[in-house]
């Protein structure tokens, strides 16, 4: 009995033997390294718990970015070359007013040749309160001729054009404004359409639509028509009559006198210089803005008056835009498809003559205009017969 109590007990002591006491110490070193970690682990979690309740209610991210703003902002890399200054502007969206606008616009090479290859373009600028009802005509007209023209639309602020990708109208809306009939806003209007079409070097020639002006010609003809002009075209007469000299202002002197004062169709086509001298304008503008008001038309004397006094040299004296006013009233007649036959067209081309360059001429207008949407479908089916496009 002894012997298997010494036995176990032998058992018992083999548990307790050297090597076997000096391992138990390290237990309680590991499990208080094991509840340090789980510490850790909850204080992380409960941190991070915390971190997300104050940037969801205390607009942490917002506090976290202002600290953390860099002292030194990184540099906004120059221009590298010269087509990066005269390439053309991908979006005619912008967020410029009518002062930033100008202004820019009004910038001006002092070398008049280009160091670079640059092919001169006719801006085409639409004037409208909303659609272009005579849109499918003019994509028949710029069809094929590509390079050679720019659009623009200056349409009422809420009004969003409608074209197709595929169509030439497309993205050619600019930053509009509201516009009242007879008042300075018209003239704006027609600025800010100058402005921005100068934002293209490329443009050399600008000429003033409205949705319910045709082509008269294939673009061909158009193009050489006006490239070739030593003049730009704007009507510009004096009349003395209530409707001319009758709605002159004595308080526009010095700046212009009665004998300067001048009248002419709003529908014009001008040169780059002459868009500029309108654009960066700052004498004259003040004057027709204060006192040419109804019934002072400022749209039908501001730029005529302007120009003839800054410019005469460079002006035909005519307007490129055919219009009735046999009708009499407010406004030209309008024509319907009804209308829209041989003899009425023979009436706008034959029996006309003009000067041109300084010679006689029997083309006289590139461009007629008040035509209703009803005419529309005629004006297509006939465009080859009526105006070779």
């Not at 205390?58 to 970015?65: D, E, I, L, R, S």
């Not at 009804?338 to 360059?357: E, L, M, P, S, V």
Request: contains cysteine; proline residues 7%.
């Amino acid at each position: 009995m002894q012997s298997r109590v010494g036995s176990h007990g032998t058992l018992e002591e083999g548990g307790k033997d050297p090597v076997m006491k000096l391992a138990n110490p390290a237990r309680p070193l590991q499990l208080r390294l094991l509840q340090f970690l789980l510490l850790f682990l909850g204080v992380g979690i409960v941190f991070s718990l915390f971190s997300m309740y104050m940037i969801r209610y205390t607009g942490g991210p917002q506090n976290v970015v202002a600290m953390s703003e860099p002292i030194i902002l990184p540099c906004v890399p120059e221009p590298s070359s010269l087509e990066s200054w005269v390439k053309t502007p991908l979006s005619l969206s912008h967020k410029m007013n009518d002062s930033e606008l100008f202004w820019r616009a009004s910038f001006v090479p002092r070398i008049n040749t280009y160091p670079f290859k640059r092919v001169p373009k006719i801006a085409f600028m639409f004037l409208t309160r909303g659609p272009l009802p005579m849109a499918p005509l003019w994509e028949k007209f710029f069809n094929g001729n590509e390079g050679l023209y720019s659009i623009y639309i200056h349409s009422l602020p809420l009004y969003q054009q409608n074209f197709p990708p595929s169509s030439v109208f497309f993205g050619k809306q600019i930053p509009s404004q509201m516009v009242e009939w007879g008042t300075m806003s018209m003239c704006d209007a027609e600025r800010r359409l100058l402005a921005n079409a100068l934002l293209d070097i490329s443009n050399e020639w600008f000429v003033l639509l409205s949705e319910a002006c045709i082509p008269l010609y294939n673009f061909s003809i158009v193009y050489r028509y006006i490239s070739r002009s030593r003049f730009s075209f704007m009507g510009v007469f004096d009349e003395d009559s209530p409707f001319g000299r009758g709605r002159y202002n004595a308080n526009m002197a010095p700046e212009v006198n009665i004998t300067e004062w001048r009248k002419g169709s709003q529908w014009f086509e001008i040169n780059r210089k002459l868009a500029v001298d309108i654009v960066q304008d700052n004498i004259y503008y003040p004057k027709f803005e204060q006192f040419c008001r109804p019934a002072c038309y400022v749209d039908e004397h501001y730029f005529p008056t302007m120009l003839s006094i800054q410019s005469p040299q460079l002006l035909a004296n005519r307007s490129l835009t055919w219009v009735d006013w046999s009708r009499g009233g407010a406004h030209p007649a309008t024509f319907g498809k009804a209308d829209i036959t041989d003899k009425f067209f023979k009436r706008i081309f034959d029996g006309k003559t003009c000067i041109y360059n300084n010679q006689p001429s029997t083309l006289c207008f590139l461009f007629a205009r008040k035509f209703a949407p009803s005419a529309l479908d005629v004006l297509l089916e006939h465009s080859s017969e009526f105006f070779g496009f």
